[in-house]
């Protein structure tokens, strides 16, 4: 059965259109509330952080009402990365985490990510349950007037998330002398980034932290990663990192403002973790990893295991294969030794331990060659038109031509209403041509 409001990564889609509106947002506190409330008799406490987006501000009230109204004590953290509330979930002993975010959506977009006590994102069985509450009668959920939760903000949810990331490093790690481009999109780490690297003694020229609402992710951050380009040759900086509205994702450049896009980075994650005998069994990617990467770990004698496509089931194939790296071409990366999610910030910090006896960023990475790859968004009033008998024959078409020359990957976006076509090839004309034949079925 599939989901009816759930998607590859929590909940998402237009504000006040569908299900993104103030009274669906009680529904599905109340259900969430009553799903964990229900785990254990004593009354249970849930965190709700998120992002910049200004409809944050009529979202959130509704879905804390539903929450107090299911029993169930709610703190309020105000903006903060999305692994920063799954770190405190776990931390706090709270039963759930909540995190209000559309990520790297445009700001018209919100929605939530659902973490369990244990700091990961719900699983599907979890979700569908949920969803039947949300269903049924909101009457025979509603909590006993002397039985209400209760809410209060707490002001150092920042302050807390940074003190576990430096938790971390050694006590005498130092960024002194580093000049580091740091484009928070915007969102939800424009407090938390700067004062993490200037904290470690970085000069930060900071981009994309001053949030007015309505520009998240706006022609900045992990999505325009141009910007930090720029910036880094502009002040000469020694690298840029670019995070996401809810700063789990981050791409970086380094000092000749070229691109590190997730694989490259992974890539040397993973030869580095090998090297100090901290890679546990392999590194899991997705059905969108560059092939380029899949040979690279071919060659380094690491395993590879390729995941549906989003960061909840890259962790799932983690946990199942017992692995402690994983991540997404996009810049979803797992640091399975240190968190359960992804998230810029950590990762950040992993790449700048390496680079801590000055070595040039550009010469750290670029460990493989990557066969050239197109992705084309293509907009769609319904995704179902992917099974739709044109389509389905222009694609069988397309994958005909480019048979042993290259492979396409045709899927619907969990997260926004478009169809992804995503190819590689080594023979860019004929990978442009496959694409264009498999985007005019769609239009």
Not at 81 to 98: E, H, Y
Not at 239 to 265: M, S, Y
Not at 339 to 358: I, Y
Request: net charge positive; with cysteine; aromatic share 6%.
């Amino acid at each position: 059965m599939s989901k009816k409001y759930f998607g590859t990564d929590g909940i998402r889609g237009t504000v006040n259109q569908g299900h993104i509106n103030g009274e669906r947002f009680f529904k599905f506190g109340l259900a969430a509330g009553t799903y964990f409330y229900n785990q254990r008799k004593a009354k249970q406490t849930a965190i709700i952080a998120k992002d910049t987006r200004l409809s944050g501000y009529t979202l959130e009230p509704a879905l804390v009402s539903g929450l107090a109204s299911a029993g169930m004590h709610v703190f309020t953290l105000g903006p903060l990365p999305t692994n920063g509330l799954a770190m405190l979930t776990k931390k706090m002993k709270a039963n759930m985490g909540i995190m209000i975010t559309a990520s790297h959506n445009p700001f018209y977009d919100n929605g939530l990510k659902l973490f369990g006590p244990d700091g990961l994102k719900l699983s599907d069985k979890i979700e569908k349950k949920i969803e039947q509450i949300i269903d049924s009668n909101t009457a025979i959920h509603l909590s006993k007037p002397s039985t209400l939760g209760r809410v209060k903000r707490l002001e150092d949810a920042n302050d807390n998330y940074i003190k576990i990331l430096k938790s971390n490093l050694p006590n005498n790690f130092s960024l002194k002398g580093m000049r580091i481009v740091l484009d928070c999109a915007n969102g939800a780490g424009y407090k938390a980034g700067p004062v993490l690297l200037k904290s470690l003694g970085a000069k930060v020229i900071a981009i994309g932290v001053n949030p007015n609402g309505l520009n998240i992710n706006d022609r900045c951050g992990s999505t325009h990663p141009d910007n930090i380009s720029r910036a880094v040759k502009k002040y000469k900086a020694h690298l840029g990192i670019a995070l996401d509205g809810d700063a789990d994702r981050i791409i970086l450049c380094d000092e000749r403002g070229k691109i590190i896009d997730g694989d490259q980075i992974i890539a040397m994650l993973a030869k580095r973790w090998k090297a100090k005998k901290l890679l546990k069994g392999g590194v899991v990617g997705t059905l969108m990893s560059n092939y380029g990467l899949e040979n690279f770990f071919k060659s380094e004698k690491i395993k590879f295991v390729r995941a549906n496509v989003g960061d909840r089931y890259v962790k799932e194939q983690m946990k199942k294969n017992k692995f402690n790296l994983g991540g997404e071409q996009s810049g979803h990366i797992i640091l399975g030794k240190f968190a359960t999610t992804g998230d810029g910030l950590l990762v950040a910090l992993e790449v700048l331990f390496s680079l801590r006896k000055k070595m040039k960023a550009s010469k750290l990475f670029n460990m493989f060659k990557s066969i050239p790859q197109i992705l084309e968004n293509v907009t769609v009033k319904d995704k179902k038109i992917i099974s739709s008998s044109k389509a389905k024959a222009a694609i069988k078409r397309a994958e005909k031509l480019i048979k042993n020359q290259g492979r396409l990957l045709i899927r619907k976006s969990g997260t926004e209403p478009k169809i992804r076509i995503m190819g590689e090839s080594n023979n860019k004309q004929l990978l442009l041509k496959c694409i264009q034949i498999i985007k005019q079925s769609i239009k």
